[in-house]
T-cell receptor, first 109, second 116 residues
Framework: GQNIDQPTEMTATEGAIVQINCTYQ??????LFWYQQHAGEAPTFLSY??LDGLEEKGRFSSFLSRSKGYSYLLLKELQMKDSASYLC??????????WGAGTKLIIKP | GAVVSQHPSWVICKSGTSVKIECRSL??????MFWYRQFPKQSLMLMAT?????????EQGVEKDKFLINHASLTLSTLTVTSAHPEDSSFYIC????????????FGPGTRLTVL
């Protein structure tokens, strides 16, 4: 079966750095997406990785290791507005997105 | 770029009535549109995939006669919840994707449906 695993909830302090991990087992791989979803709102696109390595975009970075079936989203200089759920999704061999359950990130002052 | 709108943003209706939700890609042509449903504190659940000019492909367990999807143009898809019941109350979200299958899905703001 296809499976995406990510922690259910994480807590971090304002100004700090947090890493949200995602491991996956899918039939084929055509890229991994990270989305941010604030409570009561739709997801917004953060990043896309299809090759191994680190993609940096401002305070957010995303890393991929295809051989390990592993990705992480790194958030630096955390702000209160970063409190949200972070969804990991993998595009499988049919280009269908397989979604993780999301990681709820709580930022404390 | 890559903006998707949804209308209405919220709707309350009586049990047994039908509700239509519109999804529009504003600045790109969405060859494929996806419809999701999300219950509180749960993950996104894909309901159906629709390609412009074709019949939608429904996920297992989703009743195609209850959730009617039309994707008549490259910028508009509609989801009609027919004979809605309280258990259909949920957050419905659409996303659009341009021609290439590897392209990012861009989400609309969602429609919160409450069926009394």
């Amino acid at each position: 079966g296809q499976n995406i695993d990510q922690p259910t909830e994480m807590t971090a302090t304002e100004g700090a750095i947090v890493q949200i991990n995602c491991t996956y087992q899918t039939s084929g791989f055509n890229g991994l997406f990270w989305y941010q979803q604030h409570a009561g709102e739709a997801p917004t696109f953060l990043s896309y990785n299809v090759l191994d390595g680190l993609e940096e975009k401002g305070r957010f970075s995303s890393f991929l290791s295809r051989s390990k079936g592993y990705s992480y989203l790194l958030l630096k200089e955390l702000q209160m507005k970063d409190s949200a759920s972070y969804l990991c999704a993998v595009s499988d061999s049919n280009y269908q997105l397989i979604w993780g359950a999301g990681t709820k990130l709580i930022i404390k002052p | 770029g890559a903006v998707v709108s949804q209308h209405p943003s919220w709707v309350i209706c009586k049990s047994g009535t039908s509700v239509k939700i519109e999804c529009r890609s504003l600045d790109f042509q969405a060859t494929t549109m996806f419809w999701y449903r999300q219950f509180p504190k749960q993950s996104l659940m894909l309901m159906a995939t629709s390609n412009e000019g074709s019949k939608a492909t429904y996920e297992q367990g989703v009743e195609k006669d209850k959730f009617l999807i039309n994707h008549a143009s490259l910028t508009l898809s509609t989801l009609t919840v027919t004979s809605a019941h309280p258990e259909d109350s949920s957050f419905y979200i659409c996303s659009g994707q341009s021609g290439r299958e590897s392209d990012t899905q861009y989400f609309g703001p969602g429609t919160r449906l409450t069926v009394l």
